[in-house]
């Protein structure tokens, strides 16, 4: 049975006071399990992001609970929420964000040092993990000498680092063609599969969506759908259009 | 809990040392930027070099004499300024001070300014010195070439060999001419050249009252040797109570009143620490620049530390990281330069006085330098909002 490993319970996130106040999450709960990959789609500016950074522990909560496994996030102090993440959570950016000086091995090796683990098996570790996103020939190119696609595959190298049991991805296609951001898509779907990883990811883009096991819809800081790829299916052998 | 405790692991040594590690790749990845940061830090640490060790060997010419002869005390004419501008007064409270209770000897030393004729026909200012060649207090301490003992003898003197140049490049044996009258240069004397730029001139009491301006019967300093068991305090107090119309000093307080003249009277010390100041100034602003401008190109790079789990210490490690690794190479090099510059100067006559713990200081100055200037950093780190990160 799959484990729950992320719960919003009512979660709000307000920004600003009186007549500035802009409610960017609103009374989101959510139940996401291990294994699964989930889709978070929705128009620019209905609160996608904001919403990932709550579940990264990036931002608190203005109201409401969120649980990461056992611990209650809203309820932590500042000091411990960057222990979450090196535990918990690995995160893959729209824009890669690598250290240019470093190269893929040193990239992926840094976030394995911040994870406690150095020296001789961090290297091996993280040359395993490039190898494991198809880059196992590339270990010490720069940033600069690698594609768009190549660099996400470090970035996602870089996310695996120390086997977090989370990857949360934002808009990790958006600087990629097609056809790369499909394989970047295919290779988290494959990940949160073959790994019981929970995968969610923002993203814009709708031919993923056969890929996930559920997609959810945001609008105005509320999730407002909530498809399953199941349901889709059957919707699909039925010969019924969206 | 448990976090807490995974804390620490993750804290280990080889952890920082790749935060170090990274800060040098960083550092060394933009060759440009790393270049003008160390030009900057060059340039503060060869400038203070330079200036601090002139201001240095100024304060130690200022004082030179002083310090190396082994009076406790000295007798002065009432308000002097310093040791180079010597007023005349009587002989009379050399025995005055002989008698007084405390005193192991009390001796006679002359300073004068005069004029040396050079072999062009010019004249060079110079400051006679005269001691007592049979007690030899006062005389120069470093001999080249020469009996010191010679200076008992009509107009027999000592010159240094820092001055040879400036008085013609006189040799031993010769015949010079000082104020008219005829001297010959008995030997060469090391290390005692003076503040002012005018050469000093050793010879007996008794001549140097010939070949300088000071009339017979008065003497410019009276030097005074505290007896074992007195407090030289105690010796001094009673000396100034009972001589009328001098000044008595302790050696440390005549030295420094001499250097407190040249240093912060005149402005010419103040001219030299402006400089070294100036060059800290300008040397924290450039590598202040250097590591800010750094620090915003890296911004994003170190959000996503900060995402995937690094401590605002963290991060505060490889900016102080890339402060030190800049000053390290910085000083290194600045030091470098600083000596050829300084050969350059040593051979146009200009000296400089670098004793090791300066060295250490102007490194601890660089450090500092370097490390406050990356403070504005360090604030830009603390307030970075992790979700930065999340923005194309």
């Known amino acids: 049975m799959s484990r729950t490993v992320l719960v919003l319970d009512r979660v709000s996130k307000v920004y600003g006071e009186g007549a500035s106040t802009v409610i960017a999450v609103r009374d989101v709960s959510l139940e996401l399990t291990e294994g699964r990959f989930v889709l978070l789609m929705g128009p620019s500016g209905s609160g996608k992001t904001t919403l990932l950074l709550l579940m990264g522990c990036l931002l608190k909560p203005t109201r409401g609970r969120l649980f990461l496994f056992e611990h209650e996030v809203s309820a932590l102090d500042e000091r411990t929420l960057p222990l979450l993440r090196r535990r918990y959570i690995g995160f893959v950016f729209q824009t890669f964000n690598l250290f240019p000086a470093?190269?893929?091995?040193?990239n992926v090796e840094l976030a394995l040092n911040l994870k406690g683990i150095t020296g001789r098996r961090a290297r091996q570790q993280a040359a395993e993990l490039l190898a494991r996103v198809g880059l196992g020939e590339r270990?010490?190119?720069l940033p600069r000498d690698l594609s768009g696609g190549e660099k996400q595959r470090v970035a996602l190298a870089r996310a695996l680092a120390g086997d977090p049991p989370i990857l949360?991805?934002?808009?990790?296609?958006?600087?990629?063609?097609s056809r790369t951001g499909r394989q970047i898509v295919e290779l988290l779907a494959e990940l949160s599969r073959t790994e019981n990883r929970l995968v969610f990811m923002v993203t814009h883009d709708p031919r993923v969506r056969d890929l996930a096991d559920e997609v959810l819809v945001m609008e105005d800081g509320s999730i407002v759908a909530r498809e399953r790829a199941e349901e889709e299916m059957a919707a699909a052998s039925r010969g019924e259009r969206r | 809990m448990i976090l807490r405790e995974e804390e620490s692991a993750w804290q280990a040594e080889e952890f920082k040392a790749t935060m170090v590690s990274l800060a040098k790749k960083n550092l060394f990845h933009d060759r440009v930027r790393f270049l003008v940061a160390l030009i900057g830090i060059q340039f503060a640490v060869v400038l203070m070099t330079l200036q601090i060790g002139f201001l240095l060997k100024f304060m130690t010419n200022a004082s030179v004499l002083i310090d190396h002869i082994e009076a406790d005390l000295w007798i002065t004419a009432k308000n002097l300024k310093n040791f180079d501008f010597g007023l005349p007064f009587s002989e009379q409270k050399l025995y005055e001070a002989r008698r007084a209770p405390g005193v192991l000897w009390a001796e006679r030393f002359l300073m004068g300014f005069s004029y040396w004729k050079m072999p062009d026909g010019g004249q060079e200012t110079i400051q006679v010195i005269g001691f007592n060649p049979e007690t030899r207090i006062g005389a120069p301490w470093d001999i080249v070439e020469g009996d010191l003992t010679d200076v008992k003898y009509f107009n027999q003197i000592f010159i240094d060999e820092a001055?040879?140049?400036?008085?013609?490049?006189?040799r031993v044996g010769d015949e010079v001419e000082i104020i008219g009258q005829r001297a010959r240069i008995a030997g060469i004397t090391r290390g005692a050249k003076s503040f002012t730029g005018s050469p000093f001139v050793f010879t007996s009491f008794k001549?140097?009252?010939k070949l300088s301006f000071i009339p017979p019967g008065q003497t410019v300093y009276i030097l005074v040797k505290v007896a074992p068991g007195y407090a030289v305090e105690e010796v001094k107090q009673y000396l100034a109570e009972t001589l009328t119309g001098v000044d008595v000093y302790t050696k440390r307080e005549f030295s420094w009143k001499s250097r407190r003249y040249w240093l912060l009277v005149t402005g010419a010390g103040i001219a030299l620490l402006s400089t070294a100041l100036l060059g800290l100034l300008i040397g924290t602003i450039i590598v202040g620049q250097t590591i800010y401008a750094s620090t915003i190109d890296h911004l994003r790079e170190f959000g996503t530390l900060k995402a995937i789990g690094a401590s605002n210490a963290d991060l505060y490690r490889i900016?102080?990281?890339?402060?030190l690794i800049v000053a390290l190479i910085g000083y290194a090099t600045g030091m470098l330069l600083s000596r050829i510059f300084l050969h350059v100067a040593r051979r146009a006559g200009l000296e400089a006085y670098l004793p090791p713990e300066v060295l250490l200081a102007i490194f601890g100055l660089t450090v500092l330098m370097c490390v406050s200037a990356s403070i504005i950093s360090i604030y830009k780190i603390t307030k970075l909002d992790p979700?930065?990160?999340f923005r194309s």
């Open chain 2, 387 to 389: 979700a930065l990160v």
């Open chain 2, 319 to 323: 900016i102080i990281a890339q402060a």
């Open chain 1, 102 to 106: 470093l190269t893929a091995l040193e």
């Open chain 1, 139 to 141: 270990l010490h190119f």
């Open chain 1, 168 to 177: 949360l991805a934002d808009e990790p296609t958006g600087m990629l063609d």
């Open chain 2, 163 to 170: 001055d040879r140049a400036r008085l013609g490049f006189p």
């Open chain 2, 207 to 209: 001549n140097a009252l």
